[in-house]
């Protein structure tokens, strides 16, 4: 038997995406532009994030190639066999799938899409995802083509969100702000952080699949962190027992067709002592300056310098762990960033409409000394023509969030 390196399959009907074919359709369009600016034949994506973000499409490697080629005037997922139709029916375009029967299939998919005729002279790739192998075995095919990086326009491209967007978005942060509240209930002493983060979890899902009953549900997560696992924001929850005094980290994280959204409070249980409050205290005058100061024309290497200032006048800068905020969107902690969108030092963009942005300061106090332990807020905002709207709802501080059981 004569097995195929390469097929389609339209196996079933298209699958309800998360966004309209008009919103598809113009991105798509907008990356063309991108191709028209650049003098570029063709584009070949690879990453999760940009893949699903021009077709809808949220890959599952393990291990496997994936990509989605685009040309002057076509567009196609690539994608394992092991998957077989589900990535035709949740893309907004054609797909190619590639057998294991041979090495590479993969990249004879590639030539399939775009023929041998006329081979492209200008192609672009995503730098900054592209595996060297991957980038090698590309090179060797097209021998005679010049290469150049497209990352940082389609970075620049998914920055400012389209109408569609901001709504998905801020159906997350309100699903984040569910998944506190449920959070909330199950902290008591003596429960885990696992059992009590299962319980955000769980909450969050049911409300995304009663929002989105046609979408794909999967990656949403909390983490609640206790005690001293609180020094990291991306610790992971362990089995550890809640005691009363113990400082708390409250992250959700509703995950919607590839869409992160987030919300991270800092609570205690029963009671919190005089240096804890003083060092959450300062951490939460730190994030309200923060939301005044996100607005449009704003730059953000500026917020963070006012921000470190106060920091400093409060005496807590030398336990500042990170960036004061980031952008939103395609994003998980698998896949994504627009690192162009972020609250740091050396990060000179101009805030502007339609851009979506987190305030989360955060300070770290280490074992031994007073009031020990990680404090830090999370809320995010849309930045609109004259203010900026904070879309986050959940409270913050002591008079909310030491909680008495």
């Not at 998980?332 to 050396?346: K, M, N, P, Q």
Request: glycine share 8%; net charge negative; hydrophobic share 35%.
């Amino acid at each position: 038997m004569e097995r195929p390196d390469f097929f389609e399959l339209k196996n079933g009907e298209k699958a309800k995406l998360p966004f309209s074919n008009k919103e598809y359709s113009q991105r798509v369009l907008n990356l063309r532009k991108v191709m028209e600016k650049n003098n570029l034949d063709m584009i070949i994506l690879t990453s999760m994030h940009n893949i699903a973000y021009y077709t809808g499409f949220i890959y599952c490697s393990f291990g496997r190639p994936y990509g989605c080629v685009i040309t002057k005037d076509k567009i196609s997922t690539i994608s394992a066999n092991i998957d077989a139709s589900q990535p035709w029916r949740r893309s907004h375009c054609d797909n190619i799938i590639y057998t294991d029967w041979k090495r590479d299939n993969f990249l004879k998919a590639i030539v399939s899409i775009i023929g041998r005729d006329e081979p492209p002279k200008y192609i672009g790739l995503e730098y900054d995802h592209i595996t060297l192998d991957m980038r090698d075995k590309i090179g060797s095919l097209f021998s005679f083509s010049v290469f150049s990086d497209v990352a940082k326009d389609l970075m620049n491209l998914r920055m400012i969100k389209s109408y569609e967007e901001i709504e998905i978005i801020r159906n997350g942060a309100r699903i984040a702000d569910l998944g506190g509240e449920e959070i909330v209930k199950n902290i008591r002493e003596g429960n885990t952080e696992l059992e009590i983060a299962i319980s955000g979890r769980d909450k969050m899902e049911r409300e995304i699949a009663k929002s989105y009953p046609g979408a794909e549900y999967m990656d949403t997560w909390v983490w609640l962190q206790s005690g001293i696992n609180t020094d990291g924001a991306h610790n992971p929850k362990t089995n550890r027992k809640l005691q009363k005094g113990d400082i708390i980290s409250l992250n959700t994280f509703p995950m919607i067709s590839g869409y992160y959204t987030a919300l991270e409070r800092t609570l205690f249980l029963d009671q919190a002592d005089e240096a804890s409050l003083k060092a959450w205290e300062a951490n939460i005058k730190v994030h309200k300056r923060g939301l005044e100061l996100i607005k449009p024309g704003a730059k953000c290497s500026e917020i963070c310098h006012e921000l470190n200032e106060l920091f400093a006048e409060l005496g807590y800068l030398q336990y500042r762990t990170f960036g004061y905020g980031h952008s939103f969107g395609v994003l998980s902690h698998f896949y994504g960033r627009e690192a162009g969108l972020e609250l740091r030092e050396d990060i000179d963009t101009v805030l502007e409409e339609n851009m979506v942005i987190s305030m989360e300061p955060m300070i770290m106090i280490p074992e031994g000394k007073p009031g020990a332990g990680g404090y830090r807020e999370h809320d995010i905002l849309i930045i609109g023509k004259n203010g900026a709207e904070n879309i986050t709802k959940f409270p913050f501080g002591p008079e909310h969030n030491i909680i008495k059981t």
